[in-house]
């Protein structure tokens, strides 16, 4: 049987500051030499921790990297997010979705993970595959369950089986020209502009799946 120090050990909550930190050396890491040149050494080494503790919390660089990816997705259009339109209507909903998607997608830090698995692809095939579990994955599921819970209240109307679908367009639709502007590093749209296009977007999936007179303001 343990003694009580050595069960207050195991039990010790994990610090989440410890785990920003390896997260912010892994990423840095990542885009100063590459994915397969950060070694799991120099990772600890830069946040200044042991490799046990490193291992202690991610198994590997490919479990590091999907980490850092979902935490930078997490930081936009996370939980939180979703949790906060519980009250709001559709319309406004998508809004902020689409508000809050357009600035992760163009965020500088964002736009690099991409070019990182673009310029590792040949050496570290995995990373896209990782990217598109934590990333795209994760934010279609969550906005498949924003569309069912409006779907349930009565305010939009689809199958089952196109919620996918609905998805993958308006997700799409809203990246549009800001997204292409990042990822060629061009200046963004002036706000006003990415404003209206945030709310066409909107109006466009409203209109093929609002429930008539149902209350979307």
């Known amino acids: 049987?343990?003694?009580?120090?050595?069960?207050?050990?195991?039990?010790?909550?994990?610090?989440?500051?410890?785990?920003r930190m390896i997260l912010d050396a892994a990423t840095a890491l990542f885009m100063e030499r590459g994915f397969e040149a950060s070694s799991m050494e120099a990772i600890a080494e830069r946040a200044g921790v042991s490799k046990m503790t490193l291992y202690a919390r991610f198994k590997d660089k490919d479990a590091l990297f999907a980490a850092s990816v979902q935490a930078k997705c997490e930081s936009f259009v996370g939980e939180s997010l979703f949790t906060a339109l519980a009250g709001e209507s559709v319309a406004q909903g998508l809004a902020r979705?689409?508000?809050?998607?357009?600035?992760?997608?163009?965020?500088?830090?964002?736009?690099?993970?991409?070019?990182?698995?673009?310029?590792?692809s040949a050496r570290a095939p995995q990373l896209a595959g990782l990217f598109f579990d934590v990333a795209v994955l994760r934010m279609l599921a969550r906005m498949q369950?924003?569309?069912?819970?409006?779907?349930?209240?009565?305010?939009?109307?689809?199958?089952?089986e196109c919620l996918a679908g609905a998805s993958w367009r308006f997700l799409g639709a809203v990246k549009g020209e800001a997204h292409l502007r990042a990822m060629l590093t061009l200046p963004p749209p002036p706000s006003a502009s990415l404003e209206a296009h945030v709310q066409n977007c909107v109006q466009d999936f409203l209109q093929l799946y609002a429930v008539p007179k149902a209350e979307l303001r």
Request: aromatic share 4%; hydrophobic share 45%; glycine share 6%.
């Open 145 to 160: 369950e924003f569309l069912a819970l409006h779907i349930r209240a009565g305010h939009l109307a689809m199958p089952p």
């Open 97 to 120: 979705i689409a508000r809050s998607f357009v600035a992760l997608v163009t965020d500088p830090g964002a736009v690099s993970v991409l070019g990182l698995i673009n310029r590792e």
């Open 1 to 19: 049987m343990l003694n009580p120090s050595a069960q207050r050990a195991r039990g010790r909550p994990r610090d989440p500051e410890k785990d």
